[in-house]
């Protein structure tokens, strides 16, 4: 099971930090994502980590955000900095022993959390 939280309303070019804690499954040997959608528009990645470390960004988030873990708490987190009105949507993370080929694929995580809500306004 995987618990996201984090999310609120910010303004542009503020920063919020994104948790996902897992149980019953350890990011040590799970790959972990954050997906966005965003009202009208598909699902889309944002960020992902392999279960090694190798990360991947998206291009619209490259040098704003960052995804860490933390393997005592057993928590992957999404920092989020230089916040545009773009960014707004539910950020959701996954995880899944998937490959660095694959991560920024959806398709391919078997677990989601239940959604938190970014807002950036201007």
Known sequence: QLQASGGGSVQVGGSLKLSCA?????FRQYGAGWFCHAPGKEREFAAARTWSGSTMYADSVKGRFTIS???????????????????TAVYYC???RVV???????????????????TVSS
Do not use: C
Request: glycine share 10%.
């Open 22 to 26: 897992a149980t019953g499954l350890s």
């Open 100 to 118: 660095y080929s694959s991560i920024h694929d959806g398709t391919h995580y078997n677990f989601w959390g239940q959604g938190t809500l970014v």
């Open 94 to 96: 996954a995880a899944s």
């Open 69 to 87: 873990r933390d393997n005592a708490k057993n928590t992957v987190y999404l920092q989020m900095t230089g916040l545009k009105p773009e960014d």
